[in-house]
C-alpha cells in the first residue's frame, strides 16, 4: 500500500506544461493573416501568364501560345490546391480554444502540404521549361541570335528551382517537427 501511495505522489510531482492559449491564439492569428497574403500573391503570380496569354498573342506563334496555356492551366491548378490548403487558416472562423487547437493543427498540417507540393513543383517547372524550348526548338521556332537569353533564363531558373527545392524542404522538415509539437501538446491534455 505504500509503494502505491508513492507512486501516486512521485505522478502528482511530474512537471505538466501547460497550453498557453493566448499564445495558440496569435498564432492562429498570424496564420490567418500569412495565408491571406499567399493566397493574394498565389493569384497574382498568374498576372504575367494572363498578360502573355491576352496582349502578346500576335507576336507568338501557334505553338508558343499552346504551350504557353498548357502552362498557365498547369500554374492554374496548382494554386488552386495551394488556396485549397490555405483554406483552413486563411477563411475560417474560430471561437473557441478547442477551435483554435484544431485549426492550427489543419493548417500546420496542410503547411507540410503546401511545402511538399511546392518542393515537388519546383523541379517540376523545370522539366515543364525545358520541355517548351526542346519543343519549340525542334519545331525551329527559336530565334538564334536570342539563344543568350534562353540560356541565361535556363540558368536564371536552375538557380530558382534549386533554391525553391531547398526552401521547401526545410519549411516542410519544420512544420513536420512543429505539428509533432503541437500534437503531444494537444495529446497530452
Known amino acids: 500500500m505504500k509503494d502505491k501511495h508513492n507512486l501516486e505522489q512521485l505522478w502528482q510531482q511530474q512537471p505538466v506544461q501547460t497550453v498557453d492559449l493566448e499564445k495558440i491564439e496569435t498564432q492562429v492569428k498570424t496564420q490567418r493573416w500569412k495565408q491571406r497574403c499567399y493566397a493574394v500573391l498565389d493569384i497574382a ?81 523545370l522539366v515543364f521549361m525545358m520541355a517548351f524550348y526542346g519543343i519549340l526548338y525542334w519545331n525551329n521556332e527559336l530565334k538564334p541570335e536570342r539563344w543568350q537569353i534562353y540560356l541565361i533564363s535556363l540558368v536564371i531558373s536552375v538557380i530558382g528551382v534549386i533554391v525553391c527545392y531547398v526552401w521547401a524542404h526545410r519549411r516542410e522538415r519544420r512544420f513536420a517537427a512543429e505539428a509533432a509539437r503541437l500534437n503531444a501538446l494537444i495529446n497530452q491534455e
Open 45 to 125: 503570380s498568374m498576372i504575367p501568364i494572363a498578360y502573355i496569354l491576352l496582349f502578346m498573342q500576335d507576336k507568338m506563334s501557334t505553338l508558343a501560345f499552346s504551350l504557353v496555356a498548357l502552362v498557365g492551366l498547369v500554374a492554374l491548378i496548382y494554386i488552386a490546391l495551394l488556396i485549397f490548403y490555405r483554406r483552413h487558416a486563411a477563411f475560417s472562423k474560430t471561437a473557441t480554444t478547442q477551435d483554435y487547437l484544431h485549426l492550427l493543427r489543419r493548417q500546420i498540417h496542410n503547411n507540410v502540404l503546401i511545402a511538399r507540393l511546392t518542393r515537388h513543383f519546383s523541379w517540376v517547372v
